[in-house]
């Protein structure tokens, strides 16, 4: 057991060094949009954050915003959204498939060499609110563990980066209380761009920056499979350039104690 948390204190000091070398990293670009400032999520004090399914979400700014992707990673896509994001200097959070994750891990370790945060989607995209509870329970471990392996090489439950999202937004209040019982937030989103719906990348720009004027921050939801969400965004991430939103990347703990010792 003391071997095992050896390992996973390790391979968490690992990745979040990676993150904060990433964030450290002057941008090539001057005029990139680039990543604002770091927002340290503690589960303890915010197990539950996102005003589409909870009274609560980040404190924000006005006009600063939290990039996430769902879904991932896809290959024919996934590789373009991680260009575009490293093309403005900005670090975004992946929710991640477990069953993609296991056969495309190469992408999953350049998000996290990108300085990306990487959290939790299930193995499946399950709907969990009409699971048994314990079938549940092994959707969500398969998911950590395929994830952990593709970062680390070594499955576990534990996860790096104790992150997670619903599919669908959907849960039952027992499975939700037995993540917040394992110190794993739970993230909901305060807008998105209905891109699982069909539409071309310019009528979903409309449709975000429309959204995103009215509720002027929040967490962003998008899903890096979408096709169309690829090709939208870079005029997106020039969108909030122009318009002087600010980049916010969301980290754990644990990437704060990383960052304090390399001071």
């Known amino acids: 057991m003391a071997g095992n948390a050896i390992k996973l204190c390790a391979a968490v000091a690992a990745s979040f060094a990676a993150i904060m ?30 005003l589409k399914s909870f009274p609560r979400t980040l404190s924000l700014e006005d006009r600063e915003v939290v990039l996430t992707f769902d ?17 403005e200097c900005v670090h975004a959070t992946f929710f991640l498939i477990g069953k993609s994750a296991s056969e495309h891990p190469e992408l999953v370790r350049r998000m996290a060499a990108g300085g990306h945060t990487i959290g939790h989607h299930t193995w499946s995209h399950r709907n969990l609110k009409y699971a048994r509870p314990e079938n549940a329970g092994g959707e969500i471990d398969k998911g950590i563990a395929a994830v952990e392996t593709a970062l680390h090489g070594e499955a576990t439950t534990t996860p790096t980066t104790p992150f997670f999202r619903f599919p669908y937004f959907e849960m039952t209040p027992r499975t939700l209380d037995n993540l917040e019982r394992r110190g794993i937030a739970v993230f909901g989103a305060d807008l998105w761009a209905s891109d699982w719906n069909r539409m071309t990348p310019q009528q979903e720009l409309k449709l975000l920056t429309e959204r995103l004027e009215i509720a002027r921050k929040g967490i962003i939801l998008l899903h890096d499979p979408k096709a169309q969400t690829a090709a939208m965004l870079p005029a997106f991430l020039r ?25």
């Open 71 to 87: 879904d991932g990673p896809w290959p024919a896509t996934t590789s373009k959204v991680l260009q575009a994001l490293a093309d």
């Open 239 to 263: 969108y909030l350039r122009d318009h002087r939103y600010r980049v916010v990347h969301i980290v754990p703990p644990a990437a704060k104690i990383v960052a304090d010792k390399a001071r």
């Open 21 to 50: 070398t990433a964030q450290a990293a002057d941008c090539a670009r001057k005029d990139a949009l680039g990543t604002s400032r770091i927002v340290v999520v503690d589960p303890a004090a915010s197990p539950r954050v996102g």
